[in-house]
T-cell receptor
Framework: GDSVTQMEGPVTLSEEAFLTINCTYT??????LFWYVQYPGEGLQLLLK???ADDKGSNKGFEATYRKETTSFHLEKGSVQVSDSAVYFC????????????WGLGTSLAVNP | NAGVTQTPKFQVLKTGQSMTLQCAQD?????MYWYRQDPGMGLRLIYY???????DKGEVPNGYNVSRLNKREFSLRLESAAPSQTSVYFC????????????FGSGTRLTVV
């Protein structure tokens, strides 16, 4: 069935380091792809999305490109800040029923000053 | 602010007690969802409502019931709480179209003792 696989955490970086969080998805259909962020004690917030191959989603310095050939949607940021410490979730739309999202397990990021 | 409102934010129940978690959205979204979030398990879908008047089971529906009261409100009921239902519960809504992300509430932290 449909699934999303994220790199396991926790990821620990120093401030201003480069961030990559890997996400791959099963290639059923042509799903929309999403990254969500969850700050401590809060609900999830949509960070960025892409709806078709080669689209790049971007927000708050984060970017992710929809790569159909590698079924990937890796999250990147050039210079992380302490305030980026959070859990990041990758998700895809369900094949045939885009009212539901299929979620990765989340990747915890800690950024140290 | 427009969004998804969940009540209560915190609740402690004794085993066997019942309670209803409330969720309301003011974005005129068609679809609404209930998730639980447990450490290491990511987000698991309990029930969802694709549109007003319909509800469907998700991955982990046992022990729960839902009511889509109207387009705005979607409640989750625990008839006889068990310690295994200790979790953080999130309500979310979306337009329900291809490419739409979800808007999440801030969560209810439930402890069953």
């Amino acid at each position: 069935g449909d699934s999303v696989t994220q790199m396991e955490g926790p990821v620990t970086l120093s401030e201003e380091a480069f961030l990559t969080i890997n996400c791959t998805y099963t290639a059923t259909g042509y799903p929309s792809l999403f990254w969500y962020v969850q700050y401590p004690g809060e609900g999830l917030q949509l960070l960025l999305k892409a709806t078709k191959a080669d689209d790049k989603g971007s927000n708050k310095g984060f970017e992710a490109t929809y790569r159909k050939e590698t079924t990937s949607f890796h999250l990147e940021k050039g210079s992380v800040q302490v305030s980026d410490s959070a859990v990041y979730f990758c998700a895809r739309g369900s094949a045939g029923n885009n009212r539901k999202l299929i979620w990765g397990l989340g990747t915890s990021l800690a950024v140290n000053p | 602010n427009a969004g998804v409102t969940q009540t209560p934010k915190f609740q402690v129940l004794k085993t066997g007690q019942s309670m209803t978690l409330q969720c309301a959205q003011d974005m005129n979204h068609n679809s609404m969802y209930w998730y639980r979030q447990d450490p290491g398990m990511g987000l698991r879908l309990i029930y969802y409502s694709a549109s007003e008047g319909t509800t469907d089971k998700g991955e982990v529906p046992n022990g729960y019931n839902v009511s889509r009261l109207n387009k705005r409100e979607f409640s989750l009921r625990l008839e006889s709480a068990a310690p295994s239902q200790t979790s953080v519960y999130f309500c979310a809504s979306s337009e329900g179209r291809q490419g739409d992300g979800y808007t999440f509430g801030s969560g209810t932290r439930l402890t069953v003792v």
